[in-house]
């Protein structure tokens, strides 16, 4: 713990020149790094929840609004690590909900933040344990939850080796896991059997808005969905390749950064297709159709037959299997899934997935993956991720823990 803390305290200052460098530059609002410093508007005695990013903020939805319609006394102080987050927290515009931007690991800066908001519990979506932040929550004698929480074999062994995951595995208070595997790693690193949750993987019981679909063959439509740089030069390579030999194919390209729509449509252009994008309130009338937009994603997932996952063919841990098999569409990946290991895991052995590691096969895939076989895959997917979690049993076990 001692190594961490010299650690933290040598990066501090070039953590806070690059702050104020952003701000300077108009990328991060003063208002913003106040959060990160700890300080901004004072929100006392709240529950404090935190969801890193985009994916573990929406798929915490459902168990926070499950705890607060069980108690209509709670109030959360929910942190995030992105300005994306943040928006799609503000935009829920609830206000027993105060979103702010997450503090620093460093002690100053954590103890600046307990002493202005003076939470009375921490719950931590899935992995984001951060050494400094759980031992002055569990010195100020805070109750410590974690949902959802996964660890691979690597990182247990990493932490095992230091002995810093047995330290902050020994102040959490109650845990849910999100597989057996997690669940027994945290167990070995020494968490008390007896404070164990019901498992439960969040992912499972997000519900998106469907919203109209476009009005494209199901069928002949592939949704590439939350791509990186690097992947869509080759989404689209193989599209355009594919679209050789299945003329009527189409393609929804959904960035998971929409503010790199720019540089993407010079992608789109550069492979000789045409395109319409969303954030200017185009028709779909081109081959492509670049979805640009935030909130909209079970449109899309309605919308296509064909769901390529992305941040699985870069090195990014892919993104969630979950949404596209609730929307019954026929999954594609890549080789990069450690984010959804065992997910991906149990759908690639049965059947419910197939994997493709290059453009060369994504094009084959979006070249003959007819209806039949779509709707084929899909059934399996469903089968093989088994039940949503029991959000109702779960946000009563957390309730019961505060």
């Known amino acids: 713990m001692f190594a961490y803390r010299l650690l933290v305290s040598f ?64 109030r959360l102080l929910v942190t995030v690590n992105t300005a994306t987050a943040r928006a799609m927290g503000e935009g829920w515009a609830d206000p027993r909900i105060a979103i702010r931007m997450a503090p620093l690991d460093h002690r100053a800066v954590l103890g600046r933040f307990l002493r202005r908001h003076g939470p009375r519990a921490l719950i931590v979506i899935e992995n984001e344990l951060w050494p400094n932040r ?21 990182s ?70 939350s791509t990186h740089e690097g992947e869509e030069a080759l989404v689209l390579r193989a599209f355009a390749d594919a679209r050789a030999r299945r003329p009527g194919l189409r393609l929804i390209l959904a960035p998971r950064h929409p503010r790199r729509a720019p540089e993407i449509a010079a992608l789109i252009a550069k492979v000789g297709l045409a395109h319409t994008a969303r954030s200017k309130d185009e028709p779909p009338e ?51 899934v450690a984010n959804f290991r065992e997910a991906y895991g149990a759908l690639d052995d049965q059947g419910g997935a197939r994997l493709t590691k290059d453009a060369a096969e994504l094009t084959e895939q979006f070249a003959t993956l007819g209806a039949t076989e779509q709707a084929e895959l899909a059934r399996t997917a469903r ?20």
């Open 286 to 336: 081109a081959e492509v159709y670049l979805a640009d937009t935030m909130g909209e994603m079970g449109r899309w997932y309605e919308s296509a037959g064909i769901c390529f996952v992305g941040g699985s063919l870069v090195e990014k841990g892919g993104h969630t299997p979950y949404e596209p098999a609730s929307f019954d569409c026929a999954i594609l990946h890549g080789p990069h």
């Open 134 to 154: 759980m031992a002055l929550v569990a010195r100020a004698g805070l109750p410590i939850l974690v949902i959802g929480a996964r660890i691979s074999e690597r």
């Open 11 to 74: 990066a501090t200052l070039p953590v806070l020149v690059r702050l104020g460098w952003r701000v300077l530059r108009g990328k991060e609002s003063a208002r913003a790094a106040s959060e990160r410093l700890g300080g901004g508007e004072a929100s006392p005695g709240r529950v404090w929840l935190h969801a890193a990013s985009n994916g573990e903020l929406t798929s915490a939805r459902p168990l926070i609004e499950a705890m607060l319609t069980r108690d209509p006394t709670l």
């Open 156 to 225: 247990a062994a990493r932490w095992g080796k230091t002995g810093l995951g047995q330290k902050m595995v020994a102040q959490i208070g109650a845990l849910s896991a999100q597989d057996p595997g997690s669940e027994s790693r945290f167990v070995k690193l020494g968490l008390p059997p007896e404070r164990l949750l019901p498992q439960a993987n969040l992912k499972t019981a997000i519900t998106l808005e469907r919203g109209a679909p476009l009005d494209w063959a199901r069928s002949e439509t592939v949704l590439a969905a």
């Open 383 to 402: 089968a093989a991720l088994g039940p949503p979690a029991d959000i109702e049993a779960l946000s009563q076990a957390v309730l019961d823990r505060l």
